[in-house]
Protein backbone atom coordinates (compact mmCIF):
# COMPACT_ATOMS: atom_id res chain seq x y z
CA UNK A 1 0.00 0.00 0.00
CA UNK A 2 1.42 3.71 -1.00
CA UNK A 3 1.56 6.77 2.00
CA UNK A 4 -0.81 8.84 2.95
CA UNK A 5 0.22 12.06 1.43
CA UNK A 6 -0.23 14.76 3.53
CA UNK A 7 1.40 18.38 4.18
CA UNK A 8 1.62 21.23 6.88
CA UNK A 9 1.54 24.86 6.37
CA UNK A 10 4.19 27.43 9.03
CA UNK A 11 6.14 23.55 9.49
CA UNK A 12 9.40 25.16 9.40
CA UNK A 13 9.46 25.80 12.99
CA UNK A 14 7.36 24.96 16.70
CA UNK A 15 4.06 23.16 16.27
CA UNK A 16 3.86 22.57 12.45
CA UNK A 17 7.66 20.97 12.65
CA UNK A 18 6.31 18.56 15.56
CA UNK A 19 3.35 17.98 13.53
CA UNK A 20 5.60 17.04 9.99
CA UNK A 21 7.23 14.41 12.46
CA UNK A 22 4.29 13.03 14.47
CA UNK A 23 2.53 12.50 10.56
CA UNK A 24 5.59 10.90 9.78
CA UNK A 25 5.66 8.51 12.74
CA UNK A 26 2.56 7.61 11.37
CA UNK A 27 3.12 6.66 8.04
CA UNK A 28 2.41 9.81 5.96
CA UNK A 29 4.65 11.21 2.95
CA UNK A 30 4.96 14.62 4.45
CA UNK A 31 5.28 17.36 2.71
CA UNK A 32 6.99 20.41 5.24
CA UNK A 33 5.83 23.79 3.77
CA UNK A 34 7.09 27.51 5.17
CA UNK A 35 7.30 30.34 4.12
CA UNK A 36 11.13 30.05 5.26
CA UNK A 37 12.28 27.34 2.93
CA UNK A 38 15.64 26.69 4.53
CA UNK A 39 13.90 25.98 7.77
CA UNK A 40 11.39 23.79 6.04
CA UNK A 41 13.96 21.99 3.98
CA UNK A 42 15.90 20.82 7.35
CA UNK A 43 12.52 19.38 8.91
CA UNK A 44 12.03 17.84 5.71
CA UNK A 45 15.56 16.07 5.67
CA UNK A 46 14.82 14.63 9.14
CA UNK A 47 11.69 12.56 8.07
CA UNK A 48 12.21 11.66 4.54
CA UNK A 49 9.73 14.22 3.28
CA UNK A 50 9.64 16.93 0.43
CA UNK A 51 10.47 20.75 1.44
CA UNK A 52 8.36 23.42 -0.66
CA UNK A 53 8.15 27.15 0.18
CA UNK A 54 4.74 28.43 0.32
CA UNK A 55 2.92 31.84 1.82
CA UNK A 56 0.32 31.12 3.10
CA UNK A 57 -1.33 34.95 2.30
CA UNK A 58 -0.53 34.16 -1.32
CA UNK A 59 -3.73 32.32 -3.03
CA UNK A 60 -1.86 31.81 -5.90
CA UNK A 61 1.03 30.20 -4.09
CA UNK A 62 -1.48 28.04 -2.89
CA UNK A 63 -2.79 26.92 -5.51
CA UNK A 64 0.68 26.04 -7.45
CA UNK A 65 2.03 24.34 -4.37
CA UNK A 66 -1.41 22.15 -4.17
CA UNK A 67 -1.19 21.55 -8.15
CA UNK A 68 2.63 20.33 -7.37
CA UNK A 69 1.58 18.18 -4.59
CA UNK A 70 -0.16 16.29 -7.23
CA UNK A 71 1.80 16.32 -9.86
CA UNK A 72 4.80 14.50 -7.58
CA UNK A 73 2.63 11.80 -5.78
CA UNK A 74 -0.91 11.75 -7.29
CA UNK A 75 -2.81 12.81 -4.58
CA UNK A 76 -3.45 14.81 -1.00
CA UNK A 77 -4.99 13.25 1.69
CA UNK A 78 -3.88 15.35 4.73
CA UNK A 79 -4.05 19.44 4.59
CA UNK A 80 -2.53 20.70 8.30
CA UNK A 81 -3.21 24.89 7.88
CA UNK A 82 -0.50 25.67 10.32
CA UNK A 83 1.10 28.34 9.92
CA UNK A 84 0.33 31.37 12.46
CA UNK A 85 1.76 34.93 13.40
CA UNK A 86 1.12 36.77 16.79
CA UNK A 87 2.51 40.17 17.77
CA UNK A 88 1.68 41.19 21.21
CA UNK A 89 0.63 44.85 22.20
CA UNK A 90 -1.85 46.58 23.42
CA UNK A 91 -5.49 46.79 22.00
CA UNK A 92 -5.14 50.63 22.09
CA UNK A 93 -1.87 50.47 20.02
CA UNK A 94 -2.91 48.04 17.78
CA UNK A 95 -2.34 49.93 13.85
CA UNK A 96 -4.57 48.91 10.57
CA UNK A 97 -1.21 47.89 9.54
CA UNK A 98 -0.62 45.23 12.19
CA UNK A 99 -4.21 44.26 12.16
CA UNK A 100 -4.24 43.16 8.81
CA UNK A 101 -0.66 41.19 8.85
CA UNK A 102 -2.08 39.33 11.54
CA UNK A 103 -5.63 38.12 9.49
CA UNK A 104 -3.52 37.87 6.30
CA UNK A 105 -1.02 35.00 8.01
CA UNK A 106 -4.26 33.17 10.55
CA UNK A 107 -7.18 33.80 8.65
CA UNK A 108 -6.63 34.34 5.13
CA UNK A 109 -4.06 31.91 4.89
CA UNK A 110 -6.39 29.51 5.87
CA UNK A 111 -8.80 30.64 3.96
CA UNK A 112 -6.79 30.82 0.67
CA UNK A 113 -4.96 27.30 1.80
CA UNK A 114 -8.20 25.62 2.42
CA UNK A 115 -9.84 26.41 -1.04
CA UNK A 116 -7.14 25.34 -3.03
CA UNK A 117 -6.67 21.88 -1.68
CA UNK A 118 -11.11 21.29 -0.66
CA UNK A 119 -11.02 22.32 -4.89
CA UNK A 120 -8.36 19.54 -5.54
CA UNK A 121 -9.91 17.17 -3.22
CA UNK A 122 -13.70 17.55 -4.75
CA UNK A 123 -12.89 17.51 -8.14
CA UNK A 124 -10.93 14.02 -7.56
CA UNK A 125 -13.34 12.68 -5.53
CA UNK A 126 -10.56 12.42 -2.66
CA UNK A 127 -11.87 12.04 0.67
CA UNK A 128 -9.62 13.66 2.98
CA UNK A 129 -9.16 15.90 5.96
CA UNK A 130 -8.11 19.27 6.84
CA UNK A 131 -7.05 20.48 10.26
CA UNK A 132 -6.41 24.07 10.89
CA UNK A 133 -4.17 25.24 14.02
CA UNK A 134 -6.41 27.79 16.15
CA UNK A 135 -5.53 28.67 19.71
CA UNK A 136 -6.70 28.88 23.26
CA UNK A 137 -7.18 32.20 22.15
CA UNK A 138 -10.03 31.55 19.38
CA UNK A 139 -12.46 30.03 22.40
CA UNK A 140 -11.98 32.95 24.95
CA UNK A 141 -10.67 36.41 24.71
CA UNK A 142 -9.52 37.10 28.17
CA UNK A 143 -5.86 36.88 26.76
CA UNK A 144 -3.58 39.60 27.56
CA UNK A 145 -2.30 42.01 24.47
CA UNK A 146 -3.38 40.27 21.60
CA UNK A 147 -6.75 41.60 20.19
CA UNK A 148 -5.66 40.94 16.89
CA UNK A 149 -4.58 37.78 17.07
CA UNK A 150 -7.99 36.59 19.14
CA UNK A 151 -10.18 38.16 16.64
CA UNK A 152 -8.08 35.98 13.97
CA UNK A 153 -8.44 32.99 15.55
CA UNK A 154 -11.79 33.41 16.35
CA UNK A 155 -12.50 33.56 12.76
CA UNK A 156 -10.65 29.98 12.03
CA UNK A 157 -13.25 28.40 14.41
CA UNK A 158 -16.32 29.72 12.47
CA UNK A 159 -14.30 29.02 9.41
CA UNK A 160 -13.56 25.48 10.44
CA UNK A 161 -17.31 25.14 11.32
CA UNK A 162 -18.39 26.52 7.62
CA UNK A 163 -15.89 23.86 5.82
CA UNK A 164 -16.96 21.12 7.34
CA UNK A 165 -20.16 22.01 7.11
CA UNK A 166 -19.78 22.29 3.14
CA UNK A 167 -17.16 19.63 2.26
CA UNK A 168 -19.07 16.97 4.43
CA UNK A 169 -21.45 15.81 1.43
CA UNK A 170 -17.61 15.43 -0.13
CA UNK A 171 -16.77 13.28 2.49
CA UNK A 172 -14.26 15.46 3.67
CA UNK A 173 -13.55 16.47 7.42
CA UNK A 174 -12.11 19.64 8.66
CA UNK A 175 -11.33 20.25 12.25
CA UNK A 176 -9.62 22.92 14.49
CA UNK A 177 -6.69 22.62 17.34
CA UNK A 178 -6.59 24.85 19.77
CA UNK A 179 -3.66 24.96 21.86
CA UNK A 180 -2.46 26.50 25.11
CA UNK A 181 1.17 27.90 26.30
CA UNK A 182 3.12 26.12 24.01
CA UNK A 183 7.05 26.24 24.15
CA UNK A 184 7.97 27.13 20.47
CA UNK A 185 10.08 30.29 19.31
CA UNK A 186 6.84 32.12 19.00
CA UNK A 187 6.33 31.48 22.53
CA UNK A 188 10.17 32.70 23.22
CA UNK A 189 8.83 35.87 21.62
CA UNK A 190 5.52 36.20 23.17
CA UNK A 191 7.03 35.71 26.61
CA UNK A 192 9.60 38.72 25.84
CA UNK A 193 6.63 40.84 24.89
CA UNK A 194 4.47 40.37 28.07
CA UNK A 195 7.55 40.92 30.27
CA UNK A 196 8.12 44.21 28.75
CA UNK A 197 4.47 44.75 28.66
CA UNK A 198 3.87 43.77 32.45
CA UNK A 199 7.19 45.06 33.86
CA UNK A 200 8.27 41.27 34.71
CA UNK A 201 10.86 39.10 34.20
CA UNK A 202 10.44 36.76 31.34
CA UNK A 203 10.66 33.98 33.45
CA UNK A 204 8.05 35.15 35.92
CA UNK A 205 6.33 35.53 32.72
CA UNK A 206 6.55 31.53 32.17
CA UNK A 207 5.97 30.78 35.46
CA UNK A 208 1.97 32.83 35.48
CA UNK A 209 1.55 30.75 32.17
CA UNK A 210 2.34 27.60 34.34
CA UNK A 211 0.45 28.74 37.17
CA UNK A 212 -2.31 29.27 35.02
CA UNK A 213 -2.50 25.63 33.54
CA UNK A 214 -3.73 22.87 35.84
CA UNK A 215 -1.78 20.43 34.81
CA UNK A 216 1.23 22.61 36.23
CA UNK A 217 3.95 22.57 32.88
CA UNK A 218 4.24 24.05 29.24
CA UNK A 219 2.62 22.52 26.72
CA UNK A 220 5.09 20.92 24.24
CA UNK A 221 4.60 20.68 20.35
CA UNK A 222 4.40 17.21 20.24
CA UNK A 223 1.09 17.53 22.39
CA UNK A 224 -0.19 19.13 20.17
CA UNK A 225 0.76 17.15 17.11
CA UNK A 226 -0.14 14.06 18.62
CA UNK A 227 -3.96 15.02 18.86
CA UNK A 228 -3.76 16.42 14.93
CA UNK A 229 -2.37 12.75 14.15
CA UNK A 230 -5.71 12.12 16.04
CA UNK A 231 -7.98 13.55 13.94
CA UNK A 232 -6.69 12.95 10.48
CA UNK A 233 -6.51 9.08 11.39
CA UNK A 234 -9.52 6.88 10.83
CA UNK A 235 -10.27 7.00 14.51
CA UNK A 236 -11.88 10.25 13.81
CA UNK A 237 -13.77 8.86 11.14
CA UNK A 238 -17.04 10.69 12.63
CA UNK A 239 -15.52 14.13 13.83
CA UNK A 240 -16.01 16.96 11.92
CA UNK A 241 -16.17 20.40 12.50
CA UNK A 242 -14.59 20.24 15.74
CA UNK A 243 -12.23 22.68 17.78
CA UNK A 244 -10.47 19.92 20.13
CA UNK A 245 -8.78 22.09 22.94
CA UNK A 246 -4.87 20.48 24.04
CA UNK A 247 -4.11 23.26 26.92
CA UNK A 248 -3.68 20.89 29.79
CA UNK A 249 -6.84 22.54 31.57
CA UNK A 250 -5.73 26.13 30.84
CA UNK A 251 -8.79 26.63 29.27
CA UNK A 252 -12.28 24.51 29.49
CA UNK A 253 -15.04 25.05 27.53
N1 LIG B 1 3.08 28.64 20.63
C1 LIG B 1 1.89 28.75 21.19
O1 LIG B 1 1.78 28.89 22.42
C2 LIG B 1 0.64 28.65 20.36
C3 LIG B 1 -0.58 28.55 21.05
C4 LIG B 1 -1.75 28.45 20.32
C5 LIG B 1 -1.71 28.44 18.94
N2 LIG B 1 -0.52 28.55 18.30
C6 LIG B 1 -0.56 28.54 16.84
O2 LIG B 1 0.20 27.44 16.36
C7 LIG B 1 0.72 27.74 15.07
C8 LIG B 1 2.22 27.50 15.08
O3 LIG B 1 2.81 28.35 16.06
P1 LIG B 1 4.28 28.12 16.65
O4 LIG B 1 4.20 28.45 18.08
O5 LIG B 1 4.82 26.83 16.19
O6 LIG B 1 5.02 29.35 15.92
P2 LIG B 1 6.47 29.48 15.26
O7 LIG B 1 6.68 30.94 15.09
O8 LIG B 1 7.46 28.67 16.01
O9 LIG B 1 6.28 28.81 13.82
C9 LIG B 1 5.43 29.39 12.87
C10 LIG B 1 5.94 29.04 11.49
O10 LIG B 1 5.04 29.66 10.55
C11 LIG B 1 5.82 30.22 9.51
N3 LIG B 1 5.09 31.32 8.87
C12 LIG B 1 4.91 32.59 9.32
N4 LIG B 1 4.25 33.30 8.41
C13 LIG B 1 3.99 32.47 7.37
C14 LIG B 1 3.34 32.64 6.11
N5 LIG B 1 2.84 33.83 5.74
N6 LIG B 1 3.24 31.56 5.29
C15 LIG B 1 3.77 30.37 5.65
N7 LIG B 1 4.42 30.17 6.80
C16 LIG B 1 4.53 31.21 7.65
C17 LIG B 1 7.10 30.68 10.17
O11 LIG B 1 8.15 30.83 9.23
C18 LIG B 1 7.33 29.57 11.19
O12 LIG B 1 8.14 28.55 10.64
C19 LIG B 1 0.31 29.18 14.77
O13 LIG B 1 -0.87 29.19 14.00
C20 LIG B 1 0.03 29.74 16.16
O14 LIG B 1 -0.86 30.83 16.10
C21 LIG B 1 0.65 28.64 18.97
Redesign the pocket.
Known amino acids: MTSPIAAV??????????IARELARRGHRVVV????VD??TRVAEEIDGVALG?????PVACDEVVHEIFERFGTLDVWV??????KMQRFLDVSPGDLARTF???TY?VFYAGQSVAREMVARGIRGCIVN??????KQGRVPFLSD?VAS?FAVLGLTQAMAFELAEHGIRVNSV??????????E??LAWEASLRGMEPGAVRQLWINDTPMKRL?T?ED?ARVVGFLVSEDAAFVTGEAISV?GGAFMD
Open positions: TGAGSGIGAATDVDAALDVTDSNAGISEVNGTASMAAYKCPGFVATPMQREEPVN
